[in-house]
């Protein structure tokens, strides 16, 4: 797909759910996977996909299962996970919806695909809305598991470096107070029983 073909399809998909369902029939989303491995360097493709993904996000829960059946929560986890600063916030914006919006059965879909690598690294030179992106998208995965599930997370924040960042935004007088809010709630939530990691 050429760049301007891309664009065009992101402006379709943002219309409604009938054009964004002829994007997805059209096989588009099929071909994005490699293009996004193929173009990885090239910053304006990777947003137009960001963005495409995030238009098509925005419809029902058929057009998000279509994204997933189309391997495309590993590509935008990637882009996340190793893009640069503007391709970092275009590619928190999916999985944002998907978390949000998602079915249970997607939201483990998303978890499958061991997020918490590529969510810690909107924390450090991204823009505050990637930022807080990321927060929401831990909140609700924490949220919407539990048992030896919830345990596995809580153990895979620790070892992708995740809780030493909450930490680190809870204790930084001069980070703004929505982070500073959203790690207060993710420590006090899920690490109260240790008083040093919920800022007290």
């Known amino acids: ?17 009938e054009l964004r369902q002829s994007v997805i029939d059209l096989r588009t989303l099929r071909v994005l996977p490699s293009v996004m491995k193929k173009k990885a360097g090239n910053r304006v493709i990777i947003q137009y996909c960001c963005w495409l993904i995030e238009n098509v996000m925005k419809g029902t829960e058929h057009h998000r299962q279509a994204v997933i059946n189309n391997g495309l929560l590993a590509s935008i986890l990637s882009i996340l996970r190793t893009g ?16 949000m919006a998602g079915t249970p059965a997607q939201i483990q879909s998303l978890l499958a695909e061991k997020p918490m690598s ?17 927060l929401e998208v831990i909140d609700k995965l924490l949220s919407s598991i539990g048992g030896r599930q919830l345990t596995a997370l809580l153990g895979e924040m620790e070892r992708t470096g995740v809780l030493d ?15 500073r809010g959203l790690a207060h709630k993710i420590l006090s939530d899920h690490f109260a029983n240790n008083d040093e990691e919920v800022g007290r």
């Open 1 to 17: 797909l050429a760049k301007r073909a891309i664009f065009v399809f992101c402006c379709i998909a943002g219309e409604n759910d």
């Open 84 to 99: 640069d600063r503007e391709a970092k916030m275009q590619s928190s914006g999916p999985i944002t919806i998907l978390a």
């Open 118 to 134: 590529a969510l810690v690294s909107a924390f450090d030179g991204t823009h505050f809305a990637c930022c807080v992106n990321a």
């Open 165 to 179: 960042k909450l930490k680190e935004k809870l204790n930084n007088v001069h980070e703004h107070g929505q982070v």
